[in-house]
């Protein structure tokens, strides 16, 4: 039997805020973590989630990264990207549009808004038409 929730790929090189997302989120979603961009993107290409939760700061392959190169995938480039980060919010912001991500995150950010952000990714919005 397959897992039918949605995939929520979280990448973040904290293990302990992985460890707490994860438990917040796996009650609803197929979670999937990774610690850094490089391992991140793998995934990303390999599970092709349904929403990615991408930290900017990161060692080995940082997050603006993965964004441009899930972009430029054709298989990933409408995935909702949610950002969190410890940057400031509004500077991100303005990049992070380029990118089409859905929703940028302060950290420390309660897992319980990170929760509540996917779920507005994964909510369809009306067709105005």
């Given at each position: 039997?397959?897992?039918?929730?949605?995939?929520?790929?979280?990448?973040?090189?904290?293990?302990?805020?992985?460890?707490?997302?994860?438990?917040?989120?796996?009650?609803?979603?197929?979670?999937?973590?990774?610690?850094?961009?490089?391992?991140?993107?793998?995934?990303?290409?390999?599970?092709?989630?349904?929403?990615?939760?991408?930290?900017?700061?990161?060692?080995?392959?940082?997050?603006?990264?993965v964004l441009?190169?899930?972009?430029?995938?054709?298989?990933?480039t409408n995935?909702?990207?949610?950002?969190?980060?410890?940057?400031?919010?509004n500077t991100?912001?303005?990049?992070?549009?380029?990118?089409?991500?859905?929703?940028?995150?302060?950290?420390?950010?309660?897992?319980?808004?990170?929760?509540?952000?996917?779920?507005?990714?994964?909510?369809?919005?009306?067709?105005?038409?």
């Open positions: 039997m397959t897992d039918a929730r949605p995939v929520v790929l979280v990448i973040d090189d904290h293990a302990d805020y992985l460890d707490i997302l994860d438990f917040e989120l796996r009650s609803q979603y197929a979670v999937v973590v990774a610690q850094n961009g490089f391992d991140g993107y793998a995934l990303a290409s390999q599970k092709r989630p349904d929403v990615i939760v991408i930290d900017l700061m990161m060692p080995v392959v940082d997050g603006w990264t441009r190169k899930l972009r430029l995938n054709p298989e990933l995935t909702p990207v949610i950002v969190i980060t410890a940057v400031d919010k991100v912001k303005r990049i992070a549009a380029h990118f089409q991500v859905v929703a940028v995150l302060q950290k420390p950010c309660p897992p319980a808004e990170v929760s509540a952000a996917v779920k507005a990714a994964l909510t369809p919005t009306p067709d105005p038409h």
